[in-house]
Every structure is written in structure tokens, then in C-alpha cells.
């Protein structure tokens, strides 16, 4: 399975994101009211917008990037090794300019890939660029390009095989293919209170790369591959 896809092209990535205000009330008050519009279908019911704002980082319009974690393959003697390297800052048009600029140096062969990346991961990178004035790199523009010319692969639309109303999450992945998983005491739900509150971004990068690696395994596996044994896996400063 996936025999066209060359290793050596795939840029794996994997971003993390908070709200762009640490409270609620911290919003402009028009904000607050856009917020409240926006929320408001998915919030529980009886739950207020301010209640339901430590969720905003999902959303692009309320939330920044704050760390980009990127892998990449190495081929050596035969064996497969990963580079992973990490884009951490409170400064999101910083941390996107050298995203920007790390893609721009690449072939024209480049392939994004990312865990539900073409849903999450890719546009809500372009919509952060749009917001911080930024050019989006060619890798990641999608308009007048047909489907078989866009670049991007997504290792849940590879696990779907067409069936489009089945989400599998990348943790589910990695426990039926029986990958290790070092996530730590991290998840997703407590990025936000380790950004505000502990104000520490280089734990955020750990576990954003842990996916990085876990997202290779998988895709490794999807191919059929064996998996890269962790002696193999380097982090780039």
C-alpha cells in the first residue's frame, strides 16, 4: 500500500494552539459577542460562552499557533531514521515566518502529511498566515489546483478508504498498529492551562513532537513498512 509515496519528499507535521486571549473577558467585547455567535451549536447546553471559551484555540479566527513540530525522513545504509525538529514561540508571525521560510527552502516534491491535517492542521495554518499578513508558501495554496495536484497527505483520509463519516483518532491508530506512544501526563485538553498558566512552551514542544513521531509510525505502517526503533530518531536543534 502506498508505494508512490516517497519518504524522502514527506514533511510530517504537527501544530498546537491556544486561545489567543488566556480569559474570556480578555476579549474585545465585540469579540466576545462573535465568540458567543460561534459557539453557540457547540457549546453543552446551559454552558456560556465564556464557560466554553477554553476550547477557542480550535478555531482559527480565535485562537494562534504556538509550537509547529516537523519530521522528516532519512534514509541511511538502507535503515530508515526521523529528524524531528520543533517551532516554538509566543510570537505566532515569528514562529509562521520560519515555518514559512523552512518550506520554501524544499524541492517542489514536497508532501505535507499530518493526522486529520487537511481538516485541522493545513487550513488553520493558512488562515493564521491571512491573519498575520504572511504569504501562504506554495505547498499550502489549494486555490485553482485540481485534487490529484495538491500535495498533502492525511494519515485519517488514508485510514478511511473512502469512508468518509469514520474518525479515527491518531492515539486509536498508534494502539491498534501496537505503537509506543510517549505522551507523558500532556493531552490536548491541557495545552492551554500548560501555556497560561505554567508558561511552559518547551513541554508543549515535547508533546507536539511525540505526535510528530507517532504519526510516522504510523504512516510507516500504512505503507507496510517496519518502524523506526528510537535510536533512529533525532531531534534537530
Known amino acids: 500500500m502506498l508505494e508512490h509515496i516517497k519518504l524522502n519528499n514527506i514533511f510530517l507535521i504537527d501544530i498546537e494552539t491556544v486561545p489567543l486571549y488566556e480569559n474570556f473577558d480578555e476579549m474585545p467585547a465585540h469579540f466576545q459577542v462573535l465568540w458567543d455567535q460561534k459557539s453557540q451549536y457547540q457549546r453543552p447546553a446551559g454552558q456560556t460562552a465564556a464557560e466554553f471559551y477554553e476550547r477557542a484555540g480550535i478555531w482559527a479566527e480565535f485562537g494562534k499557533i504556538i509550537c509547529i513540530s516537523i519530521g522528516f525522513f532519512h534514509l541511511e545504509k538502507k535503515h530508515i531514521h526521523l529528524r524531528i525538529r520543533s517551532l516554538a514561540a509566543h510570537d505566532e508571525k515569528l514562529l509562521l515566518l520560519q515555518f514559512i521560510e523552512l ?16 481538516e485541522f492542521d493545513f487550513p488553520y495554518l493558512c488562515r ?17 489546483k485540481k485534487p490529484w495536484e495538491i500535495n498533502h497527505l ?8 473512502g469512508d468518509h463519516k ?9 494502539a491498534i498498529f501496537d505503537l509506543p506512544t510517549p505522551k507523558g501526563d500532556l493531552d490536548g485538553s491541557k495545552v492551554r492551562e500548560v501555556y497560561y498558566q505554567q508558561k511552559d512552551l518547551n513541554r508543549i514542544a515535547r508533546y507536539c513532537e511525540n505526535d510528530v513521531i507517532t504519526l510516522a509510525q504510523v504512516l510507516l505502517r500504512l505503507k507496510g513498512l517496519p518502524i523506526i526503533p528510537p ?6 536543534e
Open 103 to 118: 518550506l520554501n527552502n524544499q524541492s517542489n516534491n514536497l508532501q505535507l502529511c499530518a493526522h486529520n491535517g487537511k
Open 128 to 144: 493564521r498566515m491571512l491573519i498575520n499578513g504572511l504569504k501562504i508558501p506554495k505547498v499550502l495554496q489549494l486555490s485553482g
Open 154 to 161: 492525511d494519515t485519517l483520509e488514508l485510514w478511511k478508504f
Open 166 to 174: 469514520h474518525f479515527t483518532s491518531l492515539n486509536l491508530l498508534a
Open 231 to 236: 535510536e533512529n530518531i533525532t531531534l534537530v
